[in-house]
């Protein structure tokens, strides 16, 4: 009987994210025939400063594809013309996304993932959950149930 219940959950969320996906990927490929893919022309700097250390990071927040929580630190992806960088600097990704609160297209997507939205380039569902791949990034950056609803509400 377990067995029944859990096959049948996992059928639902599989059907559910996979129509969430439909929906993201079909508002994505509107987006790019309008705005043909058009990245903002933001060229403002933005400071990312370290906790502890004096130490701190500038980056351009178009040029930005992710940022990642790992542990006490935040792992920092830009990339631009299909080359990608990476920084670690030891910050809280609350305070990365208090940086960044004035830039409408950096979204916190997962509780340890802020993306780039203009660099979405498909999303994915399974009966895990649904999953953005960016534009020049190897790895699926994670979308929790919490945060679905406001990407799908943004990207619309």
Known sequence: MNSFIIITEQNRFLKKNLELAGVLNSSLS????TA???LPEDESVVEL???VVKEKIELHPADLLYIKAVENYIEIVTGSRGA???KILRCTLKNAEKALENYNYLV?????F????SRIENVTGNSQGIKLKLTGCEIPVPV???NASKLKAMLS
């Open 36 to 38: 043909d893919q058009i």
């Open 108 to 112: 916190r997507c997962h509780r340890s």
């Open 144 to 146: 929790s149930r919490s």
């Open 114 to 117: 802020i993306v780039n939205t």
């Open 49 to 51: 400063c370290s906790e």
């Open 84 to 86: 990608q960088n990476k």
């Open 30 to 33: 509107s987006k790019s025939e």
